[in-house]
């Protein structure tokens, strides 16, 4: 199993940016993707992006204002999000899929929120 700690969420002005990371421990040597994910209030998770290797997919939606890394030697995932806006007001998880196993593996979320 692995364990996932988000961090890196706060109150940010439409136009700004926030880097959100996630500290991976445990068996991270049977991770073959990892991923970010956000709830927005009233609304079901959806993908921000993931990563296989160091090769990425996003989300339409998202785009050109992401872009998730991951720094194997420091066990962290990260997303750096620009030009924010109120849509982007979200808890965003962190994700991982290990091989031989049906289930992915969640953090707890961190909270972002975008507003004037």
């Known amino acids: 199993q692995v364990q996932l700690v988000e961090s890196g969420g706060d109150l940010v002005q439409p136009g700004g940016s926030l880097n959100l990371s996630c500290a991976v421990s445990?068996?991270?040597?049977?991770?073959?993707?990892m991923g970010w994910y956000r709830q927005a209030p009233g609304q079901q998770r959806e993908l921000v992006a993931t990563?296989?290797?160091?090769?990425?997919n996003y989300a339409d939606s998202m785009k050109g204002r992401v872009t998730i890394s991951r720094d194997d030697a420091k066990g962290i995932l990260y997303l750096q999000m620009n030009t924010l806006n109120s849509e982007d007001t979200a808890v965003y998880y962190c994700n991982a899929d290990l091989h031989g196993k049906a289930s992915p593996y969640w953090g707890k979320g961190t909270l972002v929120t975008v507003s004037s």
């Open positions: 445990g068996d991270i040597f049977s991770i073959w993707r």
């Open positions: 990563i296989i290797g160091h090769g990425t």
